[in-house]
């Protein structure tokens, strides 16, 4: 059973910094390029960053450069996004996306919630 599970939302003042993880099982982690992606209360969803098998990043909203930072840690099946100097429209569901070689071969986590606010 394939599950991604998001954790380290909050809430936290703006400026601050959060530290997201996705954490994986039922699937070969390793082999999959993962990607954290966002959806702010009546936003379509967009593309924060994605790491590739190997690790290099390739970044998504122009938006987040500089502040927010994709990694994973493939022995211990892990994707975290590290995020800091905060801003209030940061403020969205977080959410963990695993993609397979196939385009009908991906997973979505749950997400977490992420609000920064004073």
């Known amino acids: 059973q394939v599950q991604l599970v998001e954790s380290g939302g909050g809430l936290v003042q703006p400026g601050g910094s959060l530290r997201l993880s996705c954490a994986a099982s039922?699937?070969?982690?390793?082999?999959?390029?993962m990607s954290w992606h966002r959806q702010a209360p009546g936003k379509e969803r967009e593309l924060v960053a994605t790491?590739?098998?190997?690790?290099?990043?390739?970044s998504g909203a122009h938006s987040v450069r500089g502040r927010f930072t994709i990694s994973r840690d493939n022995a211990n099946n892990t994707l975290y996004l590290q995020m800091n100097s905060l801003k209030p429209e940061d403020t969205a569901v977080y959410y963990c996306?695993?993609?397979?070689?196939?385009?009908?071969?991906?997973?979505w986590g749950q997400g977490t919630q992420v609000i920064v606010s004073s």
């Open positions: 790491i590739t098998s190997a690790g290099i990043i390739i």
């Open positions: 039922g699937f070969t982690f390793s082999n999959y390029v």
């Open positions: 996306k695993a993609a397979g070689r196939s385009s009908r071969d991906y997973y």
